[in-house]
């Protein structure tokens, strides 16, 4: 088999080149490696993928009650000069001191890439029912309000080697960022796709960036925005919510794909309509819901053990804390209640970020979130963001970056 792969090929070289690089990595200067910024390499990861970017608060554009758009600017006398660039559809990870808590929430960017080169970011936030983050940040911050953030990340992006050229986007709620980034970088001449809109909201009040949306349709005839309201009949709107029918009442001929954003909820009965179009897998994409809620709510999980408090023990470099834990919080929410600087971004169980090993007890993941490798499995890993404990438990957890 070796020899059939290897047939036609010059390897007679390959000694010689192993040579040669011992010789060159023998006669290497020893002196230190300059400071990483001195590169050119580094200076371009730096700039893509900085480990921090401090940000400080500039504008806030209010949507009615509960929802806010905040607008920000790189924090330049914190040491972030310009902000990275991004795809649209990504998201960046709020970090935030909460009271005691320290936590990290992961929130899709609504400016366009062309902003981010401009020093401008948006991330529009809205008020979730008993939510800790949502509510400190609409009741707390004001224009100068400093905070820190990851880099752009994420992968609910226009990918056109795997996407098709029309993308039908599904938003319901303010799952609408995403696709008002990829609107916008359509406009701009960033992504080479069409973007469909079916936008899903009680009423007309609850639409978030209409007139903006009107305003990009006027811009490019790539856009086009349907807005469905399931508690409302008016002209020029859709009513009810989105279906299968729907759908391909506003798809090409031809493939498209189709991207969704919102809450749970909107997946799992989405999930059944897209089912009976009968589209190609590659072409159904869905950003990542967040923070995953009532494991009990699961046929699978041990019902006996649901109103529980737990002892969860957490080693993290040469420290080891005590803490409780609830059944129904995540080993990762447990951790931030009780102030601990674990590492999360997703928080959905995809990036593998908060990666820590299991040392004892046992442990309940949704299915739907599972997101560890076999790896993982034979060798005890877990993902706090979407773990929860059924007995007490014993992790090891890596620190966070900063
Ligand atoms: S934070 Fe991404 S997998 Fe846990």
Redesign the pocket.
Known sequence: MAKTMLKGMNITGFPKRLLKRFVAIQNGSTADIPDNNSYLQNQIKNRLHPVVQHLVVTDIIEHGKDVKTFVFAPDKKKGTEVLAYFSAGQYICLRLTVGNARISRPYSLSSSPKESLEGKYTLTVKRVDGGLCSAYVLDNWTVGTELDASAPLGVFTYEPLRDAKTVIGLAGGSGITPFYSLAKAIADGDEDCSLTLLYGSRTQKDILFLDEFRALEQKTDKFKLINVLSDEEAEGYESGFITADLIKKYAPEGDYSIFMCGPQAMYNALDKEIEKLGIRRKFVRHELFGEYHHPEKNEDYPQAVKDSVFKLTVKMCDETFEIDAKANDTL?VSMEKAGIAAP????????????SRLVKGDVYVPKSVD?RRLADLDYGYV????TFPISDVEIDVPPMAD
Request: aromatic share 6%; glycine share 16%; hydrophobic share 10%.
């Open positions: 990762l999360s971004e997703c928080r959905s169980g995809i990036c593998g970020y908060c990666h997101g993902h706090p963001c979407c």
